[in-house]
Every structure is written in C-alpha cells, then in structure tokens.
C-alpha cells in the first residue's frame, strides 16, 4: 500500500505508489527485546527493511522521535548486494547501510533511516534532538554494562585484602628494619639491583675461568618506604564504598540509583584499587623472595668470596631471619611472622 503522509523533508516529492507498509504496531516506546529482535535480523540478512514489525512508509514531519539503535547492514549478506531502501528519501531504491532505527509517537510505527539521509532531510532537527538523547543514554549503558562487569567483584577483592594485611605489615617491618639495622650491606644490596640483582665482586688479577656472578631476587624488598600495608588500607576503605555484595541484582540496584558522574568516579576507583592491589602484590612477593633461605644463603656465598668489601653471615631459618656483618656494627634479625608468599590478587 501507498502511504499518503509527508516525509520529513520539507516540500519533497511524492511517495511512488509501491508496496510500502505502515504498521501501527507500538502505540509506546518499543521495549528492548523488539530491538534485540531487529538488530538480530539485520545482523543474519542485511536487509532492515525486512523486519517483520517495520513500517517502509515515509515518517510524518511532526511529532516525537526516539532514536531506539544505530547499526551497520553488510552489503554481503543482501540478496543483491546493494544497499537499503531508505523511506525518507529513497523508499523504493537502494541508498544506505549505516543507519538508525527510530519510533514515531504520531504513526506508532518504527522505521530504518539512513544515517545521513535523517540528518539532511530532517530540517526541524527533532532526529537531532533524539539522537542526542540516544547518546546519552548510551554512553550511560555502557558505563553501567562496564561496571556490572566489575561491581560483583569487589568483596572477593576486598577478601584478598583482609587476608594479606598480615603479610603487608610483615613485609614493611622486614624491610624497614633491613635499611635501619644493616645499612651497609642494604646499600650494597641496593645497588645490585641496579644491575638486575648481580653483587659486585672485584675479580682477582689471573684467575680463569671468572667466577659466576651471583644474583639475588626481590628487588623491592629495598624499595624506600613503600607501605605496603598503608596502602592496602587505603584502598580496601576505597573499595568498602563500592561493597554491594556478589549478588548481581544488588549491584544492578546499586548502579541504577548512581547518576552518571558517580559511574565514571566509580570505574576510576576500580581501575585504581586494581592497579595498587597489583603493586602491592609485587612488593609482597619480591619480600618473600629476598627473606627466603635460598637468598639469604645467596648473600652469604658472596660475602665468602675474594674482592668483596665486607665478611658477614646471612640466613633464614626457623622462621627467622638474620644478616649479621663482621667487624662492624651492622647486625639485623627479625621474626618471619606472618611474611609468606603472596596469593596473584582476583581481577577487578
């Protein structure tokens, strides 16, 4: 049938007399799953104007729009590999393949418009005014989808905090005490790992082959004032406020009554606490690593060796552990308690 309604361009010729359809389907905004329905349809044939619910009429040049999709038609899956008919300007002939679906209060109908063809025949800007609202309400879903994706997640990370804070507080007691205690050799030490944890030795005039160099691990175990546990602190209280629990409809909730500024600050905290979370987790495991008996025994197969600038004795055992430095001043010891190596943090 030929539908006798105005386009929305102002003084536009005509509708042919085809076999276009009007169909009064939605007297109310369509609800999601009839887009879920036609995007699926133009995802598998190409063809929008298909769509079994779809008008091909021209739109009418008043009343309220709303923009409901914007998508993409493959020219590879249309029958003819042409483009689509657009009932704006080109109702019986090819013309688009980026297009939008819109309602219109005044047919109840929806349509499949040309991206371009609404923007230039629409002189009122109504589509314009739609398509900013669409926009913004999109920008809004995929915050919210990002954030669904993440919110669930949060009492597993805040677990993994709780159960590492012993371990943080021990790491940064062994640490500070190194530095304070046993200065010298924490200089020394802290120069190796300048060059990726080799202990300089000055190798004796003659001798072949050279020895080999030995290496120590746990660069950040020497890293100045980290605060590990501080640090974990500060972020689980940043995650406390994003705690909704692991039930997905609770976080749904919780997201639907945050305003959009609340949604980005929210990411930003999330992105955050993963990020120290992670650094944490390498500090913890670097700690673990340089108290471990294997490297302190490492330490002191060093010190044994000609050409280094001091004798001392190095181990951890019985969960303790001790750097004691010959003819000088510098003795630490310390317990093992509550240092161990880290659990990898759940992801946010």
């Known amino acids: ?28 905004r369509p609800s999601g799953v009839v887009v879920e329905a036609f995007e699926r349809h133009v995802r598998e044939t190409g063809c929008p104007e298909t769509f079994d619910r779809i008008s091909t009429t021209r739109p009418p040049p008043t009343g309220g729009l709303a923009v409901l999709t914007e998508f993409h038609a493959q020219k590879g899956k249309r029958p ?18 980026h297009g ?9 109908a929806i349509y499949a418009i040309g991206m371009d063809c609404g923007h230039t025949l629409d002189r009122e800007g109504r589509l314009d005014r739609a398509l900013s609202v669409y926009n913004r309400q999109e920008a809004r879903r995929r915050l919210e989808d990002q954030l669904l994706e993440q919110l669930p997640l949060v009492p597993r990370m805040r677990r993994w905090i709780a159960a590492h804070m012993p371990v943080a507080e021990a790491a940064d007691r062994l640490s500070h005490g190194f530095r304070r205690r046993a200065p010298l050799v924490y200089k020394v030490v802290k120069q190796a790992f300048d060059r990726n944890g080799e202990l300089p030795v000055r190798q004796p005039e003659g001798e072949q082959p050279p020895a080999e160099p030995i290496r120590l691990v746990g660069p950040s175990f020497v890293k100045t004032s980290f605060g ?15 705690d909704n629990g692991e039930d997905e409809l609770e976080c749904i909730e919780a997201i639907g009554r945050m305003p959009e500024v609340q949604l980005v600050k929210a990411l930003k905290f999330l992105k955050t606490a993963e990020r120290e979370v992670a650094k944490v987790f390498e500090y913890l495991a ?9 490297n302190m025994a490492r330490l002191a197969q060093w010190s044994e060796r000609p050409g280094t600038p001091f004798r001392l004795m190095a181990y951890a055992e019985r969960s303790r552990v001790k750097v ?21 943090p759940p992801p946010l």
């Open 1 to 28: 049938m030929s539908d006798s309604s105005r386009s929305l361009a102002a003084g536009s010729p005509p509708q042919p007399a085809t076999g276009l359809v009007l169909r009064p389907a939605f007297k109310s």
């Open 80 to 97: 003819r590999g042409d483009f689509a008919p657009c009932p704006i300007c080109s109702p019986d002939s090819p013309q688009f393949l």
């Open 100 to 108: 939008l679906l819109i309602w219109c209060e005044a047919t109840s």
């Open 228 to 242: 590990a546990e501080v640090r974990l602190k500060r972020t689980d209280e940043l995650l406390l406020a994003l």
């Open 286 to 294: 670097d700690c673990a690593d340089f108290v471990s008996p294997e």
């Open 324 to 344: 004691f430095m010959y003819r000088d001043k510098s003795d630490w010891g310390d317990t093992l308690d509550g240092m161990s190596t880290p659990e990898a």
